[in-house]
Structure formats: structure tokens, C-alpha cells
């Protein structure tokens, strides 16, 4: 499967623990992106990386939230201290850089539950 | 800024009847438009796209959507459903310089035998 990945599925964790998701864009693609998808809501932008440089991050990302993307390959999402307002599904994207209009593949999304 | 709007948060029809998910946006700047479909726990795919060109846009599996300027609008149609089309529809924008996408809150499409 030469898809976006995204490991784990789910998570379930305690509030005030930390999670990480990874996740594994088609491997020819430079541009990375991360979205948060809360019920009954679109996906709502939260970061995006050219390679291995983070480019533009989202105000909805707060202090405890970091992403990186070491390799310009793999991409990872921290959590620190969850907040039960954290649990969401969490999509990761990717595309070939180019105009806005470069078609962006999903991943099936990691679906984190804080209880 | 962009913002997007889907008018409809859930459409209910019967197969084989035509149907209409409403999507308005908005932006100071010329934006490319998206629909994006989700079937049941699967990830987002794209239907279809406008860039620039012919304003009617098609999909392989007989959705088409129309770009309107004027009326910033981006409405999707098919003339006749079938059960297999239920799913959520999200349409989205983005800008010509940033590639990150604004979403719709998304419209869930029941089609009913």
C-alpha cells in the first residue's frame, strides 16, 4: 500500500498523559500536513511541513502540541499533558509541492480519546 | 482568510433521485475548490477539484460541481444517487499560494432504498 499511514488507529489515554502519532506521507511527496477533525466538524488545519521545515502552524496548536518531521520523511505529533478537549481524530496529508491546487491523500486518521 | 460554508449538515434522499450539497465560501484572495468525500471509516478522498477553465467540474462516478464567482459558490450535484454515495461530503478551499485546506463542516448524504 503506497497510501498515507498513520499509526496507531487509536489511542486511548488518562488526562495529563503524553501521546505520540506518527505518520508515514507517499514517500514522493515533500509537503506534510496535519489536521485535527473534532465530531460533527471538518478538518481544521493544524501545521504543515515543506520537507523537514515546519512552515506555518495553526493557532489551535497551543504550547503542547509539537510536530516534527526529522527526515523530511516520517512525521510525528506530540501531545504533552492531554486535556480531555484533545480527543479527536487527527489526520495527517500529504502532496507533491506546487500550486494550491496539488491534490492533498489522507490518511485514515489516529482517533485519540482522553479519559 | 478563507472560510467555508456548508449550508446542509444532513441531506436525505432516495436512491435514484437527484440531489444538491450547498457549499459557499469566502476570501479576500482567488482560492481553488475542493470536494472531499468520506465513507464510513474511511479516510477523506478527493471528488473533485476546480482550478481555473470550464466552471462545471466532473467526478468519475457522476458528481459534478459548478464553480460560481459571482455567488461564491461551489454546489455539488448528481443527478441520481445510489446507495453506495452515502457518506460525508466536505468541501474546502485553498488558497493559490498556501496548499493547507479550509473545510466545511461537512454535509452527511443518507441515501434511502
Known amino acids: 500500500d503506497t497510501g498515507v499511514s498513520q499509526d496507531p488507529r487509536h489511542k486511548i489515554t488518562k488526562r495529563g498523559q503524553n501521546v505520540t502519532f506518527r505518520c508515514d506521507p507517499i514517500?514522493?511527496?515533500?509537503?506534510l500536513y496535519w489536521y485535527r477533525q473534532t465530531l460533527g466538524q471538518g478538518p481544521e488545519f493544524l501545521t504543515y511541513?515543506?520537507?523537514?521545515?515546519?512552515?506555518?502552524k495553526s493557532r489551535l496548536l497551543s504550547d503542547r502540541f509539537s510536530a516534527e518531521r526529522p527526515k523530511g520523511s516520517f512525521s510525528t505529533l506530540e501531545i504533552q499533558r492531554t486535556e480531555q478537549g484533545d480527543s479527536a481524530m487527527y489526520l495527517c496529508?500529504?502532496?507533491?509541492?506546487?500550486?494550491?491546487?496539488?491534490?492533498?491523500?489522507f490518511g485514515q486518521g489516529t482517533r485519540l480519546t482522553v479519559v | 482568510a478563507q472560510s467555508v460554508t456548508q449550508l446542509d449538515s444532513q441531506v436525505p434522499v432516495f436512491e435514484e433521485a437527484p440531489v444538491e450539497l450547498r457549499c459557499n465560501y469566502s476570501s479576500s484572495v482567488s482560492v481553488y475548490l475542493f470536494w472531499y468525500v468520506q465513507y464510513p471509516n474511511q479516510g477523506l478522498q478527493l471528488l473533485l477539484k476546480?482550478?481555473?477553465?470550464?466552471?462545471l467540474v466532473e467526478s468519475i462516478n457522476g458528481f459534478e460541481a459548478e464553480f460560481n464567482k459571482s455567488q461564491t459558490s461551489f454546489h455539488l450535484r448528481k443527478p441520481s444517487v445510489h446507495i453506495s454515495d452515502t457518506a460525508e461530503y466536505f468541501c474546502a478551499v485553498a488558497s493559490l499560494v498556501h496548499n493547507k485546506l479550509i473545510f466545511g463542516a461537512g454535509t452527511r448524504l443518507a441515501v434511502h432504498p
Open positions: 476546480y482550478l481555473s477553465g470550464s466552471t
Open positions: 511541513f515543506q520537507n523537514e521545515a515546519q512552515l506555518e
Open positions: 514517500s514522493e511527496h515533500n509537503r
Open positions: 496529508a500529504s502532496s507533491l509541492e506546487g500550486t494550491g491546487g496539488t491534490e492533498a491523500f
